[in-house]
């Protein structure tokens, strides 16, 4: 789950780390009125959505005057900001946070991600904060250092200097961020945060750590032990689909494709994706119905796919261990007929009860394609969008 900069913030400045003042208005006027409160002598107003990228994108604006916070409020309110994380839609803003501006000596990167590979938290930090860290990486490797906690353990001292110091920072900075990095461990173990990050970190021109900006991104399992963390989710700012599929327990992912997909199993998913690509198609979604699916979800799984208007064609690839091969064709078939499915649909079952599954699809009346393997299932889908086109 991800959340907005100013809830980033928010958080931030519980478990000790310095963040700018600031406010959030939903019109022009209360982001003058925040201004006014603040009393400083510049500000920055920020269009809170779920993206990177916004400063490009026209959605920050530094002003020198409370009028000036108004109108850049009134810009970027109701725009539809579009960056490379949006895609072409763009996201609607609906609110937006202003804070005191801040003297700015340099910026600097820091981060505590969790490494999947290593299965522990990772600790990055570099001198070239206020760019993607993806170019970075790409362009100068040798200037992100990084280093892992071992679990049970806490982020060791040695461990932040050996960060800081190779950042340039002097001998006070270093013992400020010192405290600053062990505070964004600690929130990342206590609130279940798979990404707490600071980009960027601004040593100002009185020689002190300031989080101008944050992003934190939390692990949905995690949720229940962290009801705050719950309350903090926008649903504005999550696809409709998405959301209705939350609520059913499925997981579902919508992308830019037009082959819809439905699979049993996370690893399945991504293979089946893979082939729909490899042969020259697109998927419009990830779609895991788990291995305890019933006919009922099944049916809502279908629903949620061709609530997509870009979906073209359905392609199904089921292997049946706990969710039977015969479940799942009764609730396809039962899906087709009650929304008089008019997409091409490939089906392509294998495991328990496979025999029995494709009789059903069989003798269902209904126009299916049958496939033996992934390749082929995937080559019928692109065959078909193929002909159609």
């Known amino acids: 789950m991800n959340v907005h900069e100013y809830q980033a913030k928010e958080m931030l400045a519980r478990f000790g780390v310095p963040v700018p003042k600031g406010g959030l208005a939903t019109t022009p006027q209360e982001a003058a009125g925040v201004a006014r409160e603040l009393g400083a002598p510049a500000f920055v107003v920020k269009a809170q959505v779920h993206a990177g990228g916004r400063g490009k994108a026209g959605g920050v604006k530094v002003c020198k005057s409370v009028d000036e916070v108004q109108a850049a409020a009134q810009a970027i309110l109701g725009m539809h900001l579009i960056s490379h994380q949006t895609g072409p839609e763009g996201k609607l803003v609906r609110k937006v946070w202003v804070e005191a501006a801040t003297e700015i000596a340099r910026e600097l990167y820091v981060a505590v991600v969790l490494d999947r590979g290593a299965e522990r938290l990772a600790v990055m930090a570099s001198p070239d904060g206020g760019m ?10 040798e200037r992100i250092f990084s280093t892992r906690i071992d679990p049970g353990q806490p982020l060791w001292d040695f461990q932040c200097r050996q960060l800081l110091f190779g950042c340039g920072l002097d001998a006070a900075q270093v013992r400020q961020g010192t405290g600053l990095l062990q505070a964004l461990v600690e929130l990342a173990t206590a609130k279940d945060a798979t990404q707490v990050e600071i980009n960027p970190l601004a040593v100002t021109a009185q020689g002190k750590l300031v989080a101008l900006d944050a992003k934190i991104n939390f ?8 009801p705050d963390v719950a309350a903090l989710k926008d649903p504005t700012e999550t696809d409709e689909l998405e959301l209705a599929a939350t609520e059913l327990g499925l997981n579902y992912i919508r992308l830019e494709g037009n082959v819809g997909t439905m699979v ?13 690509k490899m042969a020259g198609a697109q998927p419009a979604n990830f779609l895991d119905v788990g291995g305890g699916a019933s006919e009922e979800m099944i049916t809502k799984g279908f629903e949620i796919i061709l609530d997509d208007p870009k979906v073209e064609a359905i392609l199904i690839n089921i292997f049946g261990g706990i969710l039977r091969c015969d479940v799942l064709a009764a609730g ?3 899906a087709a007929r009650k929304m008089d499915l008019k997409v091409p649909l490939v089906v392509r079952l294998e495991g328990t009860n496979v025999a029995e599954g494709r009789r059903i699809l069989d003798e269902s009346g209904l126009n299916f394609s049958v496939a033996g393997s992934m390749s082929e299932a995937a080559a019928k889908v692109a065959q078909v969008l193929e002909g159609a086109a």
């Not at 692990?219 to 962290?226: A, F, I, M, T």
């Open 332 to 334: 396809v078939v039962g």
């Open 264 to 276: 049993n199993g996370a690893g399945l998913a991504m293979a089946t994706m893979d082939v729909i």
């Open 132 to 141: 993607d860290i993806e170019e970075v990486a790409a362009a100068t490797p």
């Open 219 to 226: 692990d949905d399992s995690g949720l229940r032990r962290n």
